[in-house]
């Protein structure tokens, strides 16, 4: 019996622990800020400021479908966590009439 007991504590200690984590972190509203720090793009600079690197693949994605650009390979060597750009990146950018 006192087997139980001691289950039922540590149980109850580790339920506690993990709620009060979760609450912790979904309080947290803060956006993941942009990996880059240094942009040649106005419209990259700006998302970044408002609302970091989602608003940025936010905003890009949006100027592929505009630009009828179909992946994201075109210009990135590597996605997350890095988003690397291929040499050409910026001259195809403005190309298609990036600023």
Same mark, same amino acid.
């Given at each position: 019996?006192?087997?139980?007991?001691?289950?039922?504590?540590?149980?109850?200690?580790?339920?506690?622990?993990?709620?009060?984590?979760?609450?912790?972190?979904?309080?947290?509203?803060?956006?993941?800020?942009?990996?880059?720090?240094?942009?040649?793009?106005?419209?990259?600079?700006?998302?970044?400021?408002?609302?970091?690197?989602?608003?940025?693949?936010?905003?890009?994605?949006?100027? %592929?479908?505009?630009?009828?650009?179909?992946?994201? %390979?075109?210009?990135?060597?590597?996605?997350?966590?890095?988003?690397?750009?291929?040499?050409?990146?910026?001259?195809?950018?403005?190309?298609?009439?990036?600023?």
């Amino acid at each position: 019996m006192s087997k139980l007991g001691i289950f039922a504590s540590v149980a109850t200690i580790l339920v506690s622990l993990g709620l009060a984590t979760l609450t912790a972190s979904a309080g947290d509203d803060k956006p993941a800020p942009c990996v880059h720090k240094e942009f040649k793009t106005e419209l990259v600079k700006q998302a970044c400021s408002k609302g970091g690197q989602e608003e940025a693949k936010t905003v890009m994605k949006a100027w %592929n479908k505009e630009h009828d650009l179909h992946s994201c %390979n075109k210009c990135h060597t590597k996605l997350a966590p890095s988003y690397e750009l291929k040499p050409d990146a910026l001259d195809q950018f403005k190309k298609l009439g990036g600023k």
